[in-house]
């Protein structure tokens, strides 16, 4: 009984350091890049995807027709080593690299780009940007069920010719080949993606742990153009900005891709920090998302008073850090912020332009070629726009002459209790407290604030659920349509239900007007419109916050905020 | 050590003065000279502890001083309303199986154990979950079904006591004497055995308390009790960790709320264990 | 023996029945239903949460699906991550919460196994004072605090162990601390106390007189009864370092059991809790079966008392 009752003892005592051996290899272990990615990405299939921490994924594993240069921001080749364009600029032919494989070792060929465009068309999968492709003959149709899938005018000859017509001139065009939407998908995907699942970049996923990280290696069977330097990629999935920054700053992590607002100040001014921030002039617009038809948001004169009472300026200085500029309207206005860069490298005596200083922005310059996009959120005249400022007084008196009850006047009806739903980070948060203690204060208006994981966010913003929603939009090219086709009628990504029989005219009149100064001019009406009426509260224009360690060399600012990752490398400091 | 010198020694008199202090600056905080603890001043976000701020001010510029005392009052009421839902639930279950039959006695009791082997603190984040934000915290109950749901993890020790204390207590010789001279069963549960479970009852009520405190800290960090506007210890302290970094350091946030938490904890067990010793000579711990 | 463990195992079902179907009650009688919180879900998840839950179904019918489903330990889908399936989820961060738990253990354990001798050496002396009153102080602290001074003092004014992450061995130590604080005040009071009370025990006064220093007397007659009170504990402390677990995780970005079951709780994914409130049940229910077999092995006098 002894010897039993010793063996028992040891067994316990053993148990534990057993089960700590056992369970050591959870622990990952080293990577060449971690990139604190902001949150568990949704789906990361390209026609599922919608979220930048899913688009970082997706660039890695998948490799489009044509890459985007971070440099000059200009289309550079993808999986097609070269392109014609006909000179009436409707008529776009690609020549597909040949031997290209997917990362199971098949080939990919020109009809693998066929299908994987038409089935982002195919109005039955419900695809979020299925819409980018619609400009294509026959798409239009086909996504109204008129006609069918085989009328679509994408064709292949051979395996390495892609040949695309469009209705007319998209001068964009070439952009969107470079969007993760249209990157190929394996035939037998099947909405699927993850580590079991084939792609075409030169990375691959080796392994998927929610809430904690996606691990790339990379792909031995790829054979495109770029020739990556990184091994292991890390992918974090660390909701919290704050964890973020602790994470680089104990060199755990190599990039952030969000940082707490009441750090910013520091890391701007700190010569310890401030050549590891890149907080760069960004085409992104920050801003809420309003559910018209739950009341009170049904009423205009509320969504007006809401507006009004907001001190944008303030927003923007003392609660996020003072590096975004406020929204005068939807299109993003980055001009100030570039003023901003160009004294912050003239004070750090760098005389240059700023556009050599700062590649990428030439793609923002104005140009008369009808072939180039331009965002011209400058030549928007921002007088004109429908933004009335900050005037708490005029917005209480808005709403005492609708009938509704403001602090200082007993009359009227109580105005009823508004839910803010933001996805769980620390800026966030901050800024829908901010919201409704201005909302209570200035209008009385009481509110309640739902955070939620990014995934959850997502799922409760698609179906409508929500009163005032965080929200924000990133050009995906240099036009204004990147953010004025957002919520057009039926448009996959709008999340608010909300349709408009003038702004759709605009809009579409505005996609087919080739000349430029016409078009700027329509969506500017477009833009008035959608101000007036539509379902969205603008907040701020962006910039982009990425806290980079010294470790990562070829991280290029520009005003996308496209940093592939076929350009980075870790130095030897 | 005599009784009386271990009541009187200063360490618990000092616990008991600081829970004085927080109980009255709590009660007092609407009519205290400090400023509303939601009057945010953004450009004032993130001082240090100074002449304006006495305790510093958050991401908003809200000054912390002010809406720690206006936590206390939030963490307090949770720890008032969850000890006397313990209690009501506790001793009335207790009473009811110690002085009943002995098939009542043993089903209450079974139901007891069975609530005890449950794992409550994980049963009460699901229902916190289904709680959150659904139709019952827009009827404005939130904070009450907190209470509650503080009230009932607890009630069980009480149950326990009090069901042992009573059943040992009607075996006693003036228990059977009023029971053989006609005193009914319930007359003398509660007029008779009650007041003399009084100090065991009391006892317990200190250990629940803290527990109850520490709870609603502990859900309210993880984001799933007190909701903003309102304000509590454990919201405080996730409001803390939301900015704890190196680079600005904000250590303010962290170091006041959870002083405030650690210092009445503290004093809680101290004050306990003194009333314990007091009230309890058979304790000799 | 064996009928007293059988009797014990079916508490322990039922235990874990009843949970089951609190649980499941509980989410079903959340206002709007769990599943139709969202006003008008994408038509296929739809589809795919009502051809997995049955939501048309009646709810006994229901319920006794899921209690099949999870018998079969197949409980479905995420609500909120519908590529990954509850049972996968916690399958992965099952070995992360074990090892910060085990090492949490191990090192709690052998720390106040330690100053709980430490202290009964001298009772009443400085050292079993600021022992006490230590172990006091960790116990009644939340964990938040001691992790909070731990990150500003160790990772910040130090700057020697990362404050976050899971990703190489410097990130363990501070969570594991956090953590093991609870064991070890736990063990050391249970330890000072038992050896006190031991030490006036007939066979330590005899073994004294025969001439044995009190340290060793301590150490060989009194030490392995005193052990066995920590051996009962095992469920309770091992229920404290789940609910730790919960905190720690959070704090230091720890993509553990307690990492899902919190962000479940605030996603409103109630398979998701639904799994975790179980698992940590199931575990719970082990620990203390195992603790009471031990202590039955353990101490002969409860084996006289059984029979």
Same mark, same amino acid.
């Given at each position: 009984m002894k010897s039993l009752e010793s063996a028992i003892l040891l067994l316990i005592v053993l148990s534990a350091p057993i089960l700590a051996i056992w369970s050591f290899p959870s622990l990952p272990g080293p990577a060449d890049l971690v990139i604190a990615n902001g949150t568990d990405p949704g789906s990361i299939h390209p026609h599922r995807a919608t979220g930048l921490p899913e688009g970082r994924i997706i660039q890695a594993i998948h490799e489009g027709l044509l890459l985007i240069d971070p440099r000059s921001?200009?289309?550079?080749? @993808?999986?097609?080593?070269?392109?014609?364009?006909?000179?009436?600029?409707?008529?776009?032919?690609?020549?597909?690299?040949?031997?290209?494989?997917?990362?199971?070792?098949?080939?990919?060929?020109?009809?693998?780009?066929?299908?994987?465009?038409?089935?982002?068309?195919?109005?039955?999968?419900?695809?979020?940007?299925?819409?980018?492709?619609?400009?294509? *003959? @026959?798409?239009?149709?086909?996504?109204?069920l008129e006609?069918?899938?085989?009328?679509?005018?994408?064709?292949?000859? /051979?395996?390495?010719?892609?040949?695309?017509?469009?209705?007319?001139?998209?001068?964009?065009?070439?952009?969107?080949?470079?969007?993760?939407?249209?990157?190929?998908?394996?035939?037998?995907?099947?909405?699927?993606?993850?580590?079991?699942? $084939?792609? !075409?970049?030169?990375?691959?996923?080796?392994?998927?742990?929610?809430? +904690?990280?996606?691990r790339l290696v990379t792909n031995p069977f790829y054979r495109g153009p770029s020739t990556p330097h990184l091994e292991v990629i890390d992918f974090l999935a660390v909701e919290s900005g704050n964890t973020q920054l602790n994470l680089l700053a104990a060199g755990m992590a190599h990039w952030a891709v969000r940082t707490p607002a009441a750090a910013i100040p520091v890391l701007r001014e700190d010569a310890q920090w401030s050549s590891m921030w890149h907080a760069d002039p960004y085409l992104g617009i920050s801003f809420f998302r309003l559910n018209l038809e739950r009341p009170p948001l049904d009423d205009p004169n509320i969504r007006r008073a809401i507006s009004l009472v907001l001190d944008r300026q303030q927003l923007c200085h003392d609660v996020l850090g003072g590096d975004p500029e406020p929204a005068l309207g939807f299109i993003p206005w980055p001009k100030p912020a570039i003023e901003r860069q160009r004294i912050k490298m003239m004070e750090r005596g760098l005389t240059q332009e700023i556009h050599d200083l700062l590649p990428g922005y030439s793609g923002m310059a104005m140009t008369s070629d009808p072939q180039k996009p331009v965002m011209t959120a400058a030549q928007i005249a921002p007088e004109q726009w429908a933004y009335e400022g900050h005037d708490p007084a005029l917005a209480r008196q808005i709403l005492q002459r609708a009938g509704?009850?403001?602090?200082?006047?007993?009359?009227?009806?109580?105005?009823? $209790?508004?839910?803010?739903?933001?996805?769980?980070?620390?800026?966030?948060?901050?800024?829908?407290?901010?919201?409704?203690? *201005?909302? !209570?204060?200035?209008?009385?208006?009481?509110?309640?604030?739902?955070?939620?994981?990014?995934?959850?966010?997502?799922?409760?913003?698609?179906?409508?659920?929500?009163?005032?929603?965080?929200?924000?939009?990133?050009?995906?090219?240099?036009?204004?349509?990147?953010?004025?086709?957002?919520?057009?009628? /039926?448009?996959? !990504?709008?999340?608010?239900?909300?349709?408009?029989?003038?702004? +759709?005219?605009? *809009?579409?009149?505005?996609?087919?007007e080739p000349r430029l100064e016409e078009r700027m001019k329509l969506w500017q009406q477009a833009e008035r419109i959608l101000l007036e009426r539509g379902p969205v509260l603008p907040l701020w224009s962006m910039t982009s916050g990425n806290l980079v360690s010294h470790q990562v060399e070829g991280f290029l600012p520009n005003p996308l905020d496209h940093h592939d990752l076929r350009a980075i490398h870790r130095s030897s400091r | 050590m005599s009784r009386r010198s271990h009541l009187t020694s200063t360490i618990p008199m000092l616990a008991f003065g600081w829970l004085l202090v927080t109980v009255a600056t709590a009660l007092l905080a609407p009519w205290l000279p400090i400023a509303a603890p939601d009057a945010a001043l953004p450009e004032a976000a993130w001082s240090a502890p100074d002449d304006n701020f006495l305790l510093g001010s958050d991401a908003l510029g809200?000054?912390?001083?002010?809406?720690?005392?206006? /936590?206390?009052?939030?963490?307090?009421?949770?720890?008032?309303?969850?000890?006397?839902?313990?209690l009501l639930l506790g001793v009335s279950w207790g009473l009811l199986a110690g002085g009943g039959s002995s098939a009542r006695d043993h089903w209450m009791m079974r139901v007891v154990d069975l609530l005890d082997s449950v794992p409550l603190v994980f049963l009460v984040i699901l229902l916190a979950s289904v709680a959150r934000n659904s139709a019952w915290i827009d009827a404005g109950g939130g904070l009450t079904l907190f209470f509650i749901i503080l009230g009932v993890v607890y009630w069980t020790p009480m149950a326990r006591v009090v069901r042992g204390e009573t059943r040992s207590l009607i075996r006693r010789e003036w228990a059977l004497a009023a029971t053989a001279l006609g005193t009914p069963p319930r007359r003398l549960l509660w007029r008779q055995v009650l007041p003399n479970l009084l100090p065991t009852i009391l006892v317990t009520v200190t250990l629940i308390i803290p527990r109850v405190l520490l709870f609603e800290a502990f859900l309210s960090f993880l984001g799933l009790?007190?909701? $903003?506007?309102?304000?509590? =210890?454990?919201?405080?302290?996730?409001?803390?960790?939301? *900015?704890?970094?190196?680079?600005?350091?904000? =250590?303010?946030?962290?170091?006041?709320?959870?002083?405030?938490?650690?210092?009445?904890?503290?004093?809680? !067990?101290?004050?306990? +264990?003194a009333l314990r010793t007091a009230l309890d000579p058979k304790q000799k711990r | 023996m064996s009928s007293l463990l059988m009797r014990r195992l079916l508490a322990s079902l039922i235990t874990i029945w009843a949970v089951f179907t609190l649980s499941f009650f509980i989410i079903h009688a959340a206002p709007g239903g769990p599943f139709d919180a969202n006003r008008d879900p994408p038509a296929d998840v739809k589809r795919a949460i009502e051809a997995r839950y049955h939501l048309d179904a009646p709810l006994w019918s229901q319920?006794?699906?899921?209690?099949?489903?999870?018998?079969?330990?197949?409980? @479905?889908?995420?609500?909120?991550?519908?590529?990954?399936?509850?049972?996968?989820?916690?399958?992965?961060?099952?070995?992360?919460?074990?090892?910060?738990?085990?090492?949490?253990?191990?090192? /709690?354990?052998?720390?106040?196994?330690?100053?709980?001798?430490?202290?009964?050496?001298?009772p009443g002396g400085v050292l079993d004072q600021l022992i006490v009153v230590t172990a006091s102080i960790g116990l009644a602290l939340p964990l938040y605090v001691i992790a909070g001074l731990l990150v500003l003092g160790v990772s910040f004014g130090l700057g020697w162990l990362p404050p976050a992450g899971w990703q190489t061995i410097p990130s363990l130590v501070?969570?594991?601390?956090c953590l093991s604080l609870l064991p070890a005040a736990q063990s050391a009071r249970l330890i000072r106390s038992g050896l006190i009370e031991m030490s006036t025990e007939e066979f330590a006064r005899t073994a004294r007189a025969k001439g044995l220093s009190p340290f060793s007397v301590l150490l060989f007659h009194c030490l392995r009864p005193a052990l066995i009170p920590l051996v009962a504990t095992l469920a309770p402390t091992a229920a404290?370092?789940?609910?730790?677990?919960?905190?720690?995780?959070?704090?230091?970005?720890?993509? @553990?059991?307690?990492?899902?079951?919190i962000q479940g709780a605030l996603n409103r994914d109630y398979p998701l809790v639904l799994g975790a409130v179980l698992l940590y049940t199931v575990l719970l229910q082990l620990l203390s079966l195992l603790a009471d077999l031990l202590t039955w092995i353990l101490d002969p006098r409860l084996r006289g008392e059984v029979r």
């Open positions: 921001l200009e289309p550079i080749p @993808g999986c097609a080593d070269r392109w014609e364009i006909s000179s009436a600029g409707t008529r776009y032919r690609f020549h597909i690299q040949p031997g290209l494989l997917w990362s199971d070792g098949t080939r990919l060929t020109a009809e693998d780009f066929r299908r994987s465009w038409l089935d982002l068309l195919d109005p039955l999968q419900g695809a979020p940007y299925g819409d980018l492709l619609q400009s294509v *003959v @026959g798409a239009r149709s086909w996504r109204r006609t069918s899938r085989e009328q679509v005018a994408i064709r292949t000859e /051979g395996e390495s010719i892609l040949e695309i017509e469009l209705e007319h001139p998209v001068p964009w065009f070439l952009y969107l080949c470079a969007q993760t939407p249209l990157q190929p998908v394996h035939p037998e995907a099947d909405g699927r993606a993850g580590p079991a699942i $084939a792609t !075409n970049g030169p990375w691959v996923i080796e392994s998927w742990r929610l809430r +904690d990280r996606i509704w009850r403001v602090p200082g006047s007993p009359e009227g009806r109580a105005i009823p $209790a508004l839910e803010i739903l933001h996805p769980s980070s620390g800026t966030h948060s901050l800024v829908a407290e901010w919201l409704q203690l *201005v909302w !209570n204060r200035e209008l009385g208006i009481e509110t309640t604030i739902q955070s939620m994981e990014w995934r959850s966010f997502l799922d409760v913003q698609r179906s409508v659920d929500y009163d005032l929603s965080t929200s924000s939009w990133i050009a995906d090219y240099p036009d204004p349509a990147s953010f004025l086709t957002l919520f057009t009628t /039926g448009a996959p !990504n709008s999340r608010t239900g909300w349709s408009d029989q003038e702004y +759709d005219q605009r *809009v579409a009149s505005a996609l087919a | 809200r000054d912390l001083w002010s809406r720690i005392l206006w /936590g206390t009052r939030i963490s307090l009421a949770c720890a008032v309303a969850g000890g006397s839902a313990a009790g007190v909701q $903003a506007p309102e304000v509590s =210890w454990g919201t405080l302290a996730r409001d803390a960790f939301e *900015v704890l970094n190196p680079v600005r350091t904000a =250590w303010w946030m962290v170091l006041f709320p959870s002083l405030a938490l650690a210092a009445t904890l503290l004093s809680l !067990n101290i004050v306990g +264990d | 319920y006794l699906d899921q209690l099949v489903g999870w018998i079969q330990l197949d409980p @479905g889908p995420s609500l909120r991550q519908p590529d990954h399936d509850v049972a996968s989820i916690l399958a992965a961060g099952f070995p992360i919460s074990l090892l910060l738990g085990s090492l949490a253990l191990i090192l /709690g354990t052998t720390v106040g196994v330690l100053l709980g001798i430490l202290a009964a050496l001298r501070l969570p594991v601390l404290a370092l789940l609910t730790g677990s919960l905190v720690v995780e959070q704090i230091f970005a720890i993509p @553990g059991v307690g990492m899902h079951f």
